[in-house]
């Protein structure tokens, strides 16, 4: 309601609104983010399996649906996800271009064409993706308010870097006082925001502030030991998982919820020990060094 899509989008009808973004998902009691990520990896999965399969019905059945989630991401209108499921097409589709599997590049150039047109057709979906993006400043001054959310993360991510600055860079200031921190940096520079959050909304600044760089370091090898595995195997579906869990990790604080917890323990774990990224692997100082050699 503090946002300027109302002002942007005058012609719009009402309507979108009740299935869009946050009203969309309520029903299910989950944010758009994370709801947006699960959609977005059996989008992924799907994908991945879609060479696979020799039926033509199965095929199209497959390619109904990996349409139907793609409809239902963009009018979740969760724009990191956006973002993310953007470039999975991208890839996916130099890739089925390059490997001359046709039928699965038509699929998902077709999917892509669609996804498109409809965030330019979804008046929320082009607001928080394009207008509000565009219309932000992002220049962050104390004894100010922030209203959109663009702006709201923003400033969040600057008091987030400011608390940086005056904690232990080996200790953190401790798990669990991560956003009293922040809200004393906001009453110091009279930064506030209109959802009333101190949340840094951005994992690695949450985990930087919580644990210190020691903690920064374990995280990233949570995250980067599996790719440089995956990479080596050429394991796209992990990689695709790790990066769509990684772009909402730039936005959210996706490891200190029991949604973003659950999401990723559980699928990283089957994929490290079921697909192939792990098994053939010698984990070795020496197998870091020479490319898994």
Known sequence: ASSSYFDLNP??????????????????????????????????????????LKTGFVRAALCALILYFSIFIVFLSSRIILLGLSVVFVAVLVRSIRTNQRSTAFAVAFVSLVFGFLIFLNPVSRYRSLQEINSSTFEISPHHQYTTAAQIRASLWWLAVKSVTTSNAFFGIGTGDVEKAMEEQGKQYAISNTIHSFDPHNQFLYTLLANGYPGMFLLFLCLGLPAFFGWIKRDYLLLGFLFLFCSLCLTESALELQKGIVFYSLFSALFFFHLNSFQTVNLDFRSVLHGGN
């Open 11 to 52: 012609a719009r009808s009402d309507a979108w609104l009740f299935f869009s973004y946050v009203s969309l998902s309520e029903g299910i009691g989950i944010h758009p983010a994370y709801l947006s990520l699960f959609l977005a990896f059996s989008v992924l999965f799907l994908i991945y399996e879609l060479p696979l």
